[in-house]
């Protein structure tokens, strides 16, 4: 079945730019949206935006303007960037498997999510 | 943006009985054109990530045993657990897909 695998570094400093990729295996990432989901130490879930594997991408408008999502389909991965960070981003970072449409919005799979803080 | 509420934050439920979490959407996410529900529910388990249980307000996902199930439309919805297990324990998430996507905040669901 499909997984997902997220990479990146795990402390980052602030206003400095957040980068993650997730790595999709065990099927294809033709045909369906994938998205980024964020979660602040014990706090709950916030989406972050979405990539269809085709490019096209919707953001959260809360962090529009800081956020860019890219797609590498021939690698299997898609990449997450967020720009000028504050100690607010720390969070675990998901990445997820959305529908084969724009309206079949939910997600699953999920990655196993990776932490990362913003701390100098 | 449509906010999700949640409630109760937290509930404790004996073994074998029935748990009941609501969520209310501050606008409806029932889209007239298909009559369809833009609700998902997710569980998740300390230490994991949240896994899909039931979309469009009522369909479970393949492999989510029947005891959890799905109801509600326009502005209100819930999930019930009909004989809670042990391995039920978790956070429990309510998330619109109609405008964007939005989570509920969580409620927490242990053992009494």
């Known amino acids: 079945q499909v997984q997902l695998q997220e990479s990146g570094p795990g402390l980052v400093k602030p206003s400095e730019t957040l980068s993650l990729i997730c790595t999709v295996s065990g099927g294809s990432i033709s045909g369906y949206y994938w998205s980024w989901i964020r979660q602040p130490p014990g706090k709950g879930l916030e989406w972050i935006g979405h990539i269809y594997y085709s490019g096209s991408t919707n953001y959260n408008p809360s962090l529009k303007s800081r956020v860019f999502i890219s797609v590498d389909a021939s690698k299997s991965q898609f990449s997450l960037n967020l720009y000028s960070v504050t100690a607010a981003d720390t969070a675990v970072y998901y990445c997820?498997?959305?529908?084969?449409?724009?309206?079949?919005?939910?997600?699953?799979?999920w990655g196993q999510g990776t932490l990362v803080t913003v701390s100098s | 943006d449509i906010v999700m509420t949640q409630s109760p934050d937290s509930l404790a439920v004996s073994l074998g009985e029935r748990a009941t979490i609501n969520c209310k959407s501050s606008?409806?996410?029932?889209?007239?054109?298909?009559?369809?529900?833009?609700l998902a529910w997710y569980q998740q388990k300390p230490g994991q990530p949240p896994k899909l249980l039931i979309s469009w307000a009522s369909t479970r996902e393949s492999g989510v045993p029947d005891r959890f199930s799905g109801s509600g439309s326009g502005t209100d919805f819930t999930l019930t657990i009909s004989s809670l297990q042990a391995e039920d324990v978790a956070v429990y998430y309510c998330?619109?897909?109609?405008?964007?996507?939005?989570f509920g905040q969580g409620t927490k669901v242990e053992i009494k």
């Open positions: 998330q619109q897909y109609l405008s964007t996507r939005t």
């Open positions: 997820a498997r959305e529908g084969v449409d724009f309206w079949s919005g939910y997600s699953g799979p």
């Open positions: 606008q409806s996410v029932l889209y007239s054109l298909n009559n369809k529900n833009f």
